[in-house]
Each structure stands twice: as C-alpha cells, then as structure tokens.
C-alpha cells in the first residue's frame, strides 16, 4: 500500500506517452532477513512493458517487515485501468 502512490506516478508517466496504456503485471521480489528488497523480477504486462522498469525500481527502493524465516519471496500484482 505504501507504494501505490509512486506506482500511480510510473502510471502516469506512460499515459502521458500512450493515453491509452492499461493492463496489468506480477512483479516477483526476493526479501532479505531485515525486510530489504534483493531483486525483483517478472514484468511482462502486455500494454504496461514501457513502465516495468519504473515499477521494478519502486519495489527495489521498498521495504517490507523482516520475514519470520529470514527470506521470502512475494508475488506482487498490479493492474492498471485507464479511467
């Protein structure tokens, strides 16, 4: 949740370049033991693949709550609707 406004401004940044961009991706984060993000990776996204990197870049700039066995790995879903 704490990301949703900087994946919103990647959004934007793509509309502004395709108005008519929408669609949706799964990006895949490895968590460290102290809750930092070691890779991500996924993407794909159809009508989104101009904002993955964007997207990737918040999640790596991200933190999460240190997982209870040391690591973990999250699916992370977006979508995106052009309202």
Partial sequence: ???RGRFRNCY?????????MAGSVSLVARI?????VLSVGGGGGGGLG???PCLKAV???GGFSPPDSGSAI???PITFMKQ
Avoid: D, F, H
């Fill in 32 to 36: 460290g033991p102290n809750g930092e």
């Fill in 74 to 76: 999250i699916s992370i």
């Fill in 50 to 52: 101009a904002i993955v």
């Fill in 12 to 20: 934007q940044r793509g509309l502004n370049s395709n108005p008519e």
């Fill in 1 to 3: 949740a704490r990301m």
């Fill in 59 to 61: 999640v790596l700039g």
